[in-house]
Every structure is written in C-alpha cells, then in structure tokens.
C-alpha cells in the first residue's frame, strides 16, 4: 500500500515552543538562567513539565503544564536554545524538513522585565542557527493570547509585522478561555495581518465546541485551524470548512489526553466525519516532548488502530507542505 516510509520527509504545523524542548535541555535552561526549581530531582522535573500517557487531564490542567516551561523559557538566551533544540530534534528524530513553531514571546519576557524585541530576535537566531546545520525550513507563529487585552495582542501583531521578513510567518489565537472573550474583537487585526501577507490560524473547537469554529470562520477567515476537532459535531460547520478550504491542524494525542476526543473510537468517528465532508486536514503532536510522542509516532498510531490509511496519511502530509505558510 503506498504511504511514508521511514525516510519521507515530514512536515508539521501545530508545535508549541513550550511544550516541545526534551526536559534535559529545559533543565539546563532552568540552571543556566537560575531559576529556583522546587525540586532538585531530575525525574520529580520530568513529570512537571509532562504528561502521563496512562493519566487523562482536563484541559486546564494540561495548560497549566506550560506555566513552568513559559517561565524556564523567559528571556532571550532560552528563547534562542529553545527554538534551535526544537527543530533540530524534530530533523533528527523525525526528517521534518518543514516546521512551523509557535509561541507567544509576551509570555517569554517576564512580565515587561526584558525587551519583547529581543526576545524576538533571540528566536529568529534560533532559526538561523538551525538553518545553518540542517535542511529545514522553518518559521515563527505568533500567538496572540484570549487572555490578554486587545492592546496587549495588537503589539504582538506589531512584532510579528516587524520581523516578518525574517522567519516569522503567521499568527495565531491561543490560551485558556475567558469570560467576555470573542473572536469577532479581533476581525481587525486579522484582517491587518491578511493583508500584509502573514498567515492565519486559531485555535477553535478543541475546548469548545463547533460554535467556536463556526465563530472563527465568519469573523476571521482564518487559512488554517488548530485542532477543529469538536467542527465534526455540526455538519454546517463541517461545510463552511470545506468550502472555505479551510485546513485543520489534527493533533490526535493531545486532544486524546485532555478528553477532547474521548477514545480510539471516537477518534475513528472524528476522521470519517472530515473525509466524509472532504475538509483538508494535517496530522501535527501539538508538543512531542511534553506529551511524551513525535510525528512518525502519532502516524503510526493512526494507521495501527485504523483511523487512517497510509494513503491517507501520505496524503496528510502533502497537505502540511502545501498548507504550510512558508
């Protein structure tokens, strides 16, 4: 049956920084940067900043696993090592020869203690370093957070403007939820960014339901979609994806782990709900080193349970290159 073999090239489009850097590194930025940890037992650190495959947490929980890497992370010397030790284990591990990475470089500068250009620039260094070593195309995705202001998020669209010509490549919407928040605040900014030539995904549909996607597609007609997942329980929402040739970023492992999806099955009914609709989709791990997986894995997990084909999957990952907003 044709499909990826081991030596395909890989694309992925859904990587957070914070969840993407092997605890070791992130315990020597932690020492480098003399940040106090609460423990000084590696294994006891391991388990702070991953998850336990056999143990399912809601999706705060899981959330809250990026406060200690946001902050290992702060500053522009862990930026730059994080970004490069992210897409040269991705090379290695994988033969990803396109990545994109996204981060909020706000959530990187202490709280305005250090300068949010050089936290920029620290991870455009961390491009060109990777760049130099090995056959990737990369680039940055800045996430604007649902957490945040509007002024605070209109700033990040002012970096991420600025440094567009040097490997950043779109923007995003992430975070946790909050009360007042509304897609339809940030039609402006989106529109801004369109227009300038930056890429544009959200994440919608992953801890709320197809309503979000629905939200996000009328208000900020985005390129791509992170997760998406919960669009499959309205066939409207389904439609508006796939005429709009909208391209959802699947991340199976992670939305298995925070019960997004509850199950193998369930997973099965979400992808043939997205073949049925015939809506362009990519295969990503949503962060390999905090959910303890990487891209050949989840393939491989999608074909052994038979939720795809490597048809299917081959056919994903064509996807990712063409979708891909470098």
Known sequence: MPGLNENEKLAELHV???SSVDPAVMWEIAHTQGIKLPTKDYWKFVGMITVDPKKAKSFNEYLALFNWTDLIQS???AVE???YQTIAGAYRKNNI???ELRFNPMKRNRNGEQDLDQI???AIRGLDRAALEYPVRSGIIICLDRTFTYRQNSVLLQKALKYQGRGIVGIDIAGPNRKGFRYSDYREIYQKARKEGLGL???AGEDQDYRSVVQVVESLDPDRIGHGVRATENAKAMEMLRERGVTLEICPSSNLHTSVIKDVEHLRRVFDKIKEHRVKYTINTDGPEMLVTHLRKEIEFLIQNRVLNRSEVAAANRQAFLASFM
């Open 120 to 122: 920029m620039m620290a």
């Open 75 to 77: 500053g522009p010397i």
């Open 97 to 99: 020869t396109r990545l």
């Open 81 to 83: 090592r994080s970004v």
């Open 201 to 203: 995904t959200v994440h």
């Open 16 to 18: 957070h920084l914070g």
